[in-house]
């Protein structure tokens, strides 16, 4: 994690710059490669079970099988929740609005003037984005071009850019 965070932070003025002139923050490649070693995990364990004779053991009750599904659950969620956090989640800003998509590719919208305030989240590592209409974005603190983020917040906002700014990462 410290890893990706110093990429993060050396990636923080590298923003992809649309045709039409609107930036776009992303994700570095190391969420997609979690979310493939994960489903490994995942189909090793499944692959483990069925060598164990999990479909075929006689004397276990149904019980006996709650804890390894539970976990084998937890595993595939996040497998599908890393994985389409990579390639789906992004935030795309220019001098009006800012659009962020979260994993699943649903998008929020919130106009530079509708921004009412901002925090950050250290446990979950993201900042939260409030609008005047309880509207609400949340982003990710590891995308490349924060730095460029915060310029254009600090043109808009800069009483709320320091909420963003002065927590740590970690």
Do not use: C
Not at 66 to 80: C, D, E, H, N
């Amino acid at each position: 994690m410290g890893w990706l965070v110093n990429v993060a932070r050396a990636k923080g003025s590298s923003t992809l710059v649309l045709e039409n002139g609107d930036r776009v923050l992303k994700n570095h490649i190391a969420f997609a490669v979690l979310g493939y070693l994960i489903g490994l995990v995942f189909l090793f364990f499944i692959g483990l079970g069925f060598y164990f004779g999990w479909d075929s053991a006689p004397d276990k009750t149904w019980t006996s099988y709650i804890f390894p599904v539970l976990m084998l659950l937890a595993l595939l969620y996040g497998f599908i929740y890393i994985t389409f956090y990579y390639y789906n989640h992004r935030v795309i800003y220019n001098s009006e609005t800012i659009t962020a998509y979260d994993a699943w590719g649903r998008a929020k919208t919130i106009r530079w003037t509708d921004l009412k305030d901002a925090d950050v989240n250290v446990f979950m590592q993201e900042i939260r984005l409030y609008s005047k209409q309880d509207g609400r974005i949340v982003m990710g603190r590891y995308l490349y071009g924060l730095d460029d983020f915060s310029q254009e917040f600090a043109t808009h906002h800069p009483y709320l850019v320091q909420r963003i700014l002065d927590k740590p990462l970690y």
